[in-house]
């Protein structure tokens, strides 16, 4: 039984950090895309960062790269986000994913497996 299991959320001041952790389990880790969702209130879950197979980071725009890392470690089966500079519109329930696809996007319709999401909450 595949398990997605995200951990590290919790409540920052605005300009703080926080690190997110996705532990998983019940796949061959090394042969999924993985990838970091967010769902802020009221609104639809949107893409944030994307780590490839052979560990290539991408973001969903220069200035979620300019103030996130996210990164797999495959001997742990785990992913990492780190979250710099954090504002109050980063506010979300933050969700990992997995894909086994070829070609994997940006859109949730492209993962397989998803964690039940971790709640982060910048204040102003």
């Known amino acids: 039984q595949v398990s997605l299991v995200e951990s590290g959320g919790g409540l920052v001041q605005a300009g703080g950090s926080l690190t997110l952790s996705c532990a998983t389990s019940?796949?061959?880790?090394?042969?999924?895309?993985m990838a970091w969702f967010r769902q802020s209130p009221g609104g639809k879950r949107g893409f944030v960062a994307q780590?490839?197979?052979?560990?290539?980071?991408?973001y969903a725009s220069d200035f979620e790269k300019s103030r996130f890392f996210a990164f797999r470690d495959n001997a742990k089966n785990t992913i990492t986000l780190q979250m710099h500079s954090l504002r109050p519109e980063d506010t979300a329930v933050y969700y990992c994913a997995a894909s086994g696809l070829n070609q994997v996007g940006t859109t949730e319709q492209d993962y397989d497996f998803w964690g039940q999401g971790t709640q982060v909450t910048v204040s102003s």
């Open positions: 019940g796949l061959s880790f090394s042969k999924y895309v």
């Open positions: 780590i490839s197979r052979s560990s290539t980071s991408t």
